[in-house]
């Protein structure tokens, strides 16, 4: 069994950055694709970003260039650089990563931003 847990979340003000990290754990195997996705209070969970096993990487449009998906399959850790932070960013950013048939996802972890 795959496990997923987040990191990095915090309370920030406009326009600061954060690095957000998703480390796997248990029987992993050979991940494919990961990604990041977000919800906010009241609102459907949606996607932020994806990295292929490739490296090849695809944003939201919101993100306008403001964030970085990376992996490391060394350690199994997907991260998230995110730069410029608007108060619109503030939700629960959650990890998720496919493994063969398999999709797991992570717990969340909280990005605030508000002066």
């Known amino acids: 069994q795959v496990q997923l847990v987040e990191s990095g979340g915090d309370l920030v003000q406009p326009g600061r950055s954060l690095w957000l990290s998703c480390a796997a754990s248990g029987n992993i195997g050979s991940i494919d694709d990961m990604s990041w996705y977000r919800q906010a209070p009241g609102k459907q969970r949606e996607f932020v970003a994806l990295i292929t096993p490739g490296r090849s990487q695809y944003y939201a449009p919101f993100v306008k260039g403001r964030f970085t998906i990376r992996r490391d399959d060394g350690r199994n850790i997907v991260s998230l650089q995110m730069e410029r932070l608007e108060p619109q960013d503030t939700a629960v950013y959650f990890c998720?990563?496919?493994?063969?048939?398999?999709?797991?996802w992570g717990q969340g972890t909280q990005v605030t931003v508000s002066s």
């Open positions: 998720k990563v496919q493994i063969g048939d398999s999709v797991v």
